[in-house]
Each structure stands twice: as structure tokens, then as C-alpha cells.
């Protein structure tokens, strides 16, 4: 089945035979025993909730995945990722990281007695060069955030399979339709919902999504004692955002495309970070490893000056934070995403005062671009 077909029909209520084209929204905390030591497959919402569990068995198709797992939100599930660590045991993980993972292995993994080594993990040697006797794991976000750097998911498995590591990547930005990290050797696939699965900026979710039986049960017995498990409103939330998913990257990369052309013709514009455009350093890199360029790219400015009046006179264009929504959204990784990533790790990223990242949503790029140009205007 193709995946935008995937996208519309994996989810069916198999619990009842109504008919219902939608799947039910099960509020309901617990469930009855129909005798002792008998159970009808649902015990506690937190254990497993049927719209819950129709919201995994997609996601989980999706990616590919034997098991996926619903969180409350993307950090809860990079949380209860964690917990498969031990104090003592060290992770290499992309340098230009999402600001909440990078906050939470810095001040709770840590404290935890977790070590890390940030690395550009789309250079080879340097992931090589920090593996250590203590390593147990990878984690890489690719394309990153803001920065667009782009790692070669099959030579990072090759990587993590000669030493014993466990690779997990967050998938986020290009999602399922776009990129499929277990097909390409990874061992957990992490997504924040939030974005671009729910797709309407109206949901938090979170998601693991695991390739082996092993890893499955570790990581459900994490997530039924740790609890952060998304509520069955929520979580049809999610259905009903994936069943447009295949649409919406469409048109959002469409619209990604078309700005970035855009803005490397503005004179006010100095750089554009779009893995889509050929002169990316990764574009061959994401051309073999996923099917599209997806909606995200960065640029900068001549000026502070510039960022900040653009964030100011923006008016369809909204100065918000996350992504992966319907809207357009502009955000200041400076100030929002990355105000927690010491200065100077941030600055040799490139993440300065004229950085600007855009969230290209589906309205028509023709208005996009007019707000964008008057905003840029002196
Ligand atoms: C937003 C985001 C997260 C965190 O997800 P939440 O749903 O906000 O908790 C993790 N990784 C990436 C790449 C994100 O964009």
C-alpha cells in the first residue's frame, strides 16, 4: 500500500463493529475484567487505550517499525529514551541538536551520571574519533535544526553496528512520507508529533518507534512506569493530522523550494540553509537516504537590525515558535529554540543574530513571499 494511502487507511477501530469511519475516541480511564485473570486486551489508559493503540499500530507501519509508543510529547519521549542508560554510559549526538534535547541531556541526563560528546555527525571522522569503551549509543537529527545538517543515516548504522551502539534518530523534520531512518539501519525512530504528524499546531505528541522485540518491550515497560502516555483525545488528534500527512509534506516542500529560490535573489538575504537547493552541502546525501527535502530552511540576514525589524513587521507570517504546522512560522533560533545552548557553542554553529528559520507552511507561496518581501523592505 502506498504511504498516503497508509496515511488515510491504517487506522480502523478493530475493537467494535460499528462501521465508524473514524476511529472512536475511547475516554476511559480503565476497563472491565470480564472474570478473574481474564482481560478484554485494555486494562489502565496508561497500559494501553484503543484510540491510543490504533495511533501506534499507524505510526508504527509508517516507519516501518515493529512497535511504536504515544507520548505526551516529543521531550517525553527523548526522556524515557534516556532511561535505557545507566550512570557511567557516554552518547554521542549531533551537535546542532534540537534546544529541548540539548537542555535535557545537559542538566537532567547528566545529573543522572550520563556523559556526551556533541559531534558533527554528518562527518564521519568525528563520530569515529569520540567512540569510546563507555559509548552505548547515537543519536543524530537529521536535517538539523537550524543549521540543516545533514548526516548519512546507513554509514551512521554501519558505525553503530561495528561498535555495539545503539542508533536513534529524531526524525522530525522530514517524517515518515519523506524518510525512513529504520529502513536505512537506525534502532528507534523518535518523532515530536507536534509538528508536522499533527500538522495543525493545535497537539503535543511524542513518539518512539523501535525495529526489534528487544527494544519494544525495555522501552513499554519505561513508558507504563514512567507514564507520560498521550490521552486518547489527543491521540485521535494525531489520526485525524496524519491522514492529510502525504498532502501536507507536499505542499510544504513545494513551498519550501519556491522561498528558498526566492530569497537567494533579495539582496537583504545572505545565505540560505535548504537542503532541497543543489548547492547544499548534503544534497546528494538527502537525495539517496529520503524521498523529499521537506518544509524547513534557514537563512540570514545583512543585520540584526534586519532580523529584527522582519520579526516585527511580519504580518501573515507568524514569529512563533515550532514548526511542522499548516501556518508559517518564523522563529529566532537565538533567542527561542536555542537561547539554552551556551554562546559559544552557538556561535560556532552559525546560530548568530541573523539567523532567521522558517517553517514553511500551505498557503499559497505567492502571499508567503509578499509578506516576506514587505517585511524586508527598509
Ligand atoms: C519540537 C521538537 C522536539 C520536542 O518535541 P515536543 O513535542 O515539543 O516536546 C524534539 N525534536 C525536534 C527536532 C523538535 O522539533
Not at 495543525?200 to 518512539?208: K, S, W
Not at 507536499?250 to 537547493?277: F, S
Request: aromatic share 6%; with cysteine.
Amino acid at each position: 500500500m502506498d504511504i498516503s494511502t497508509l496515511c488515510i487507511h491504517g487506522s480502523k477501530d478493530h475493537t467494535h463493529n460499528t462501521g465508524a469511519v473514524s476511529v472512536p475516541i475511547y475516554q476511559s480511564a480503565t476497563f472491565v475484567h470480564p472474570a478473574v485473570g481474564m482481560s478484554t486486551g485494555y486494562d489502565y489508559s496508561r497500559l494501553q487505550n484503543p484510540t491510543r493503540e490504533q495511533l501506534e499500530r499507524i505510526v508504527a507501519r509508517l516507519e516501518n517499525g515493529i512497535d511504536a509508543m504515544a507520548f505526551s510529547t516529543g521531550m517525553a519521549a527523548v526522556a524515557a529514551m534516556m532511561e535505557l542508560f545507566k550512570p557511567g554510559d557516554h552518547l554521542l549526538v549531533s551537535d546542532d541538536l534540537y534546544g529541548g534535547t540539548h537542555r535535557l541531556f545537559a542538566h537532567i541526563s547528566m545529573k543522572n551520571g550520563l556523559t556526551f560528546d556533541y559531534v558533527d555527525t554528518s562527518d564521519r571522522e568525528a563520530i569515529l574519533k569520540h567512540i569510546r569503551k563507555e559509548t552505548k549509543a547515537l543519536f543524530i537529527e537529521t536535517p538539523t535544526n537550524p543549521m540543516m545538517k545533514v548526516t548519512d543515516i546507513q554509514e551512521a548504522a554501519a558505525i553503530a553496528r561495528e561498535h555495539g551502539l545503539l542508533l536513534a534518530v529524531d526524525n522530525t523534520f522530514l517524517t515518515p512520507y519523506l524518510q525512513n531512518p529504520l529502513d536505512l539501519g537506525a534502532d528507534i525512530v523518535l518523532h515530536s508529533g507536534t509538528k508536522y504528524l499533527s500538522g495543525h499546531n493545535d497537539t503535543l505528541a511524542g513518539f518512539l518507534v523501535v525495529a526489534s522485540q528487544e527494544l519494544s518491550e525495555k522501552l513499554r515497560f519505561i513508558y507504563k512506569t514512567t507514564g507520560a502516555c498521550l490521552a486518547p483525545m489527543d491521540s485521535w488528534l494525531m489520526i485525524r493530522g496524519i491522514k492529510t500527512l502525504a498532502i501536507r509534506m507536499e505542499k510544504h516542500q513545494e513551498n519550501a523550494m519556491a522561498l528558498a529560490q526566492w530569497l537567494l535573489t533579495h539582496p537583504k538575504v545572505k545565505d540560505v540553509y535548504y537542503v532541497g537547493l543543489p548547492n547544499h552541502p548534503s544534497y546528494e546525501v538527502s537525495k539517496k537516504q529520503a524521498r523529499g527535502f521537506g518544509g524547513m530552511l534557514s537563512f540570514k540576514v545583512d543585520s540584526e537590525a534586519t532580523a529584527k525589524r522582519l520579526l516585527e513587521k511580519v504580518e501573515l507570517v507568524m514569529y512563533a515558535e515550532s514548526l511542522g504546522g499548516v501556518e508559517t512560522l518564523i522563529t529566532y533560533p537565538m533567542l527561542q529554540t536555542h537561547a539554552d545552548v551556551p554562546q559559544e557553542v552557538r556561535q560556532a554553529m552559525g546560530i548568530d543574530e541573523r539567523l532567521l528559520r522558517l517553517s514553511v507552511g500551505i498557503e499559497s507561496v505567492d502571499d508567503i513571499i509578499a509578506d516576506l518581501d514587505q517585511a524586508l523592505a527598509d
